[in-house]
């Protein structure tokens, strides 16, 4: 066996002995592992920051790109992040042990459903080191166990945050191999940890697009995952068009380089040229290159500065200043574009009428689908879950913004008094 | 493009457009085709009967075993039991679109989840041809499409079944391609389907463990299934022994070849030996073999009845007249018995103790734990689901024996009113 491939497999059968004791621990246990944890890090602020400088003149020095070095660089006030979000996480309710729908059967048996900690998480990430405190609380706080695998331009910095939580684990009495770093940058590493389905139970990766794609193609365990954001906004036709202009807006023109922007505009045919014209105008003017469909373009009174949108625009997330937009024939026509072309990530329709909301919120086959709101707000924090630790855009276990919940399952529990089965 | 891979490429794209339109389908929608189904079942009934005879002519004159014989002989009860059970599912609740947890944020957005269909279920499976109806009839009431692929040695019984289906939905005005059953009982066929990960979104195998296993090994596709049924007894210090001594009948002796039969039995040391010298006893006289640990034997009379258990017997689902029998130290002993021997299934405590409840219900990691029943209840049925499309020992989705619910999951729904993010 090689060296790396023992160095893994140690690493995964130590993972799933902290995950048997990890369903042992109260809630209580598990706070007091994360204050701890927070305390090391504080007091360890300054090794943090020359860890993380040392990656920085390095990854500098291999010419990484300014977008990447931006993402690993913590500075004080990432430090200072990484405190809140564990403290958040302190105060999130623990999903644990929590039994719903428990009924009496008609022999008497009280069966319910008692939400669990899944086991072993393999979590497979780039750059930014928020990533392995966020992923180690909320594997923590759920029961889980975690394998944490980060990029190598970050290892030292995820080594000294990876030490701080190692002492806060052994401060709180808990088994420190509950959350544990991969410490070699080798390659090789993330084969060994997506091959070992008998120890890891979900992985969770978090990047680019091809590393996801590669953990997915190679994975033997199931993967949590989200490939695209191809996020579309419908204006129906009875749509409020000052609510419109501003959905629009701010669902494109917040923050480009995100997941849940809007990529492409859907246009009921019937919506006043002005608007149209107007919409579009507006997005040119905040510098957005807007590709439009010959309909849409016939609409236009400066028709010059919009390009006529390829096939290929449909299908493209472009996580920048590039809009595509499509004039609809009606609501089925939108939905049907969104399903066909969408990523099942987040689809939204501006409308005032109940029955096109309930038709667009049943049948837009995405994890999260909204009416007269941005697609900008499909975000654990946003939604209440308090933290995420990923979104899925796969149809089974948790879909869209993923916490402590979808860290978890249901397992069924059956109370009798003795009942034996005639 | 080779024949088979060409004609199961044409059934998954046809089943993706039936899942897509099976969004906008009704409950009323779904009742009327489970209804016109029933008709047409019930008017073929001797068409189905030749079917049948046809199937088990030629598995005779093959040599299959009696057992698989048995399960693929349905007989005019066996016709009466499909109409039942469609019947059953008719009445059960629609679960597609139901929202929970809908709560008002700070900014006034309205969150909640609703329940959605997955999309096509692939359906792989052997001999029994009741499992072509009861999928048909859970996936269409689910709103799901499916593919299904039965045994060779059913196929012109599932043929005449499945033209029963066509024939109901076309009645019914669904699109008939909701249900398909693939024709061609050439085995690369199930390759073929097991690849199809654009249309397929789960496969579900149903049948023996080679089977199951390839399945897992070859899917691109997140599979939903068990393997084995380890099932385990814990009869702890302080149980009431009349109560303990008829579970463990029950739960060995009420059928031997089901996955939630008890296979292997844990004791308390503690227990008299009175006790466990007459549960043995009565067990041996049932007609079972006993395989003991070395502790259990010494408290027994008559030893030479019982061998001593191998490490092999604590892995083994005997599925039949064995069981393997081991003394335990404490409450602990035995949950790590279970957690590291067991098999996620099923696994019950006798105990008269809230604690030692507690501790079993929350720290055994299996989809069913139980406290004073038989594990033989783990069952769709028995927990109220009204039917069951299968077993699920995994950590994610649904675990536990999965019906309607388990063939949905939930998406966000956002509801707003031009909420954007600042």
């Known amino acids: 066996m090689k060296q790396i491939e023992q160095t893994v497999l140690e690493i995964g059968k130590n993972a799933k002995a902290a995950a048997i004791a990890a369903r042992r621990a109260s809630t209580a ?54 405190v809140e979000g564990l403290q958040h996480i302190i105060g999130l309710q623990d999903p644990v042990g929590a039994v719903k729908d428990l009924t009496v059967r008609p022999n008497g048996l009280n069966i319910g459903k008692m939400r669990t900690p899944l086991g072993v998480i393999g979590m497979i990430y780039e750059s930014r080191p928020n990533v392995t405190i966020d992923a180690a609380g909320l594997c923590l706080k759920s029961g889980n166990a975690v394998i944490l695998r980060g990029g190598s331009e970050c290892i030292v910095t995820n080594q000294a945050l990876s030490a701080c939580i190692q002492r806060g684990l052994i401060a709180a009495d808990l088994n420190p191999h509950w959350v544990q770093l991969i410490q070699t940058t080798d390659r090789a590493a993330v084969g060994e940890l997506l091959a070992l389905d008998t120890y890891v139970d979900l992985i969770i990766p978090r990047g680019g697009k091809s590393l996801i794609e590669r953990v997915a193609r190679d994975a033997r365990i199931p993967v949590l995952k989200h490939l695209d954001g191809i996020c579309h906004l419908y204006i129906h036709e009875d749509a409020n068009l000052e609510m419109a202009h501003a959905l629009i807006m701010n669902a494109k023109t917040h923050r480009y380089a995100v997941c849940n922007a809007m990529e492409t505009l859907l246009l009921h045919k019937d919506l006043p040229a002005s608007f149209v014209d107007e919409a579009l105008s507006a997005l040119i003017h905040a510098g957005v290159e807007v590709r439009a469909c010959e309909r849409t373009r016939s609409k236009l009174t400066d028709v010059g500065s919009v390009q006529l949108a390829s096939a290929e625009d449909w299908v493209t997330e472009y996580l920048g200043p590039i809009l595509s937009v499509k004039t609809c024939a009606d609501l089925d026509d939108a939905i049907a574009h969104i399903n066909h072309y969408g990523s099942n990530h987040t689809d939204a329709i501006v409308t005032e009428s109940l029955q096109a909301t309930q038709t667009f919120m049943r049948e837009v086959d995405s994890s999260s689908v909204m009416v007269n709101a941005s697609t900008r707000f499909a975000d654990g924090f946003e939604y209440g879950l308090g933290a995420e630790i990923g979104i899925s855009t796969d149809k089974l276990h948790a879909r869209g913004p993923v916490g402590l919940e979808g860290l978890t399952s249901e397992k069924y529990v059956v109370y009798g008094t003795g009942q034996i089965r005639a």
Chains 1, 2 share one sequence.
């Open 29 to 82: 246990d598990k706070n007091r592992a994360l204050e701890k944890i927070v305390l090391e890090i504080i007091e360890a602020t300054d090794e943090i920051l020359s860890a993380n400088a040392l990656d920085i003149a390095h990854a500098t020095e291999q010419g990484l790109d300014a977008a990447s070095l931006d993402r690993l660089a913590l500075g004080a006030s990432g430090v200072a992040g990484m």
